[in-house]
């Protein structure tokens, strides 16, 4: 279900296409559902389809197309390393063995304490910083070496646990 708040963020995205185009916002609603919720489920690609005036199967389209959409609950740290050929070249398939290792999981798995989720994606757009990976879909680390990684995860645990002590 669609809460009123997510109604208004949706009523503004809409807001910046002609009447007649309201489906052109089927990616920032997706993308608020899966801020609000955490991922987006098939209700909710209901409740968007009917919402923007299209059919579910359109939008259904659109999540499964996009690795950005969890279409599962996901961790609370998505972390989506570039496989692609240029990543693997410079070590990005290792980059995503090392943190298999290091979280203790494997591709398309979350941790047991549900803090990470690892996933191997598609061209980042950043070859020539590879190894490359998105975090939360929002945040790029380039040139990510055994060192950086282990930095990275560490840094996110500590500053989970602070955040659950406080």
Same mark, same amino acid.
């Given at each position: 279900?669609i809460? !009123?708040?997510i109604r208004?963020?949706f !009523?503004? /995205?809409v807001?910046?296409?002609?009447?007649?185009q309201?489906?052109?916002?089927?990616m920032a609603?997706?993308?608020?559902v899966?801020?609000?919720?955490?991922?987006?489920?098939?209700?909710?690609e209901? %409740?968007?389809? /009917?919402y923007l005036?299209?059919p579910?199967?359109? +939008?259904h389209e659109?999540?499964?197309?996009?690795?950005?959409?969890?279409?599962?609950? +996901?961790g609370r740290?998505? #972390? =989506? +390393?570039?496989t692609n #050929?240029?990543?693997?070249?410079?070590?990005?398939?290792k980059?995503?063995?090392?943190l298999?290792h290091?979280?203790?999981i494997?591709?398309?798995?979350?941790t &047991? !304490?549900? #803090?990470?989720? #690892?996933?191997?994606?598609?061209?980042?757009?950043?070859?020539? !910083?590879s190894p +490359?990976m998105?975090v939360? %879909?929002?945040t790029?680390?380039?040139?990510?070496? =055994?060192e950086k990684?282990d930095q990275l995860?560490d840094?996110?645990? &500590?500053a989970?646990?602070?955040?659950?002590?406080?």
């Amino acid at each position: 279900m669609i809460s !009123d708040s997510i109604r208004t963020r949706f !009523d503004r /995205e809409v807001a910046k296409y002609p009447a007649e185009q309201r489906q052109s916002a089927v990616m920032a609603c997706l993308s608020i559902v899966q801020q609000e919720q955490g991922f987006v489920s098939i209700e909710s690609e209901h %409740d968007i389809a /009917e919402y923007l005036g299209m059919p579910q199967i359109a +939008v259904h389209e659109v999540t499964t197309f996009y690795n950005m959409y969890n279409q599962q609950p +996901v961790g609370r740290f998505k #972390l =989506n +390393v570039c496989t692609n #050929l240029p990543c693997q070249l410079r070590d990005g398939q290792k980059a995503l063995h090392h943190l298999e290792h290091k979280l203790g999981i494997a591709m398309g798995e979350t941790t &047991a !304490d549900g #803090l990470f989720t #690892l996933q191997q994606s598609e061209c980042l757009g950043a070859c020539a !910083d590879s190894p +490359v990976m998105l975090v939360n %879909d929002r945040t790029m680390c380039s040139f990510m070496s =055994n060192e950086k990684l282990d930095q990275l995860v560490d840094g996110l645990r &500590a500053a989970e646990s602070t955040k659950e002590n406080a």
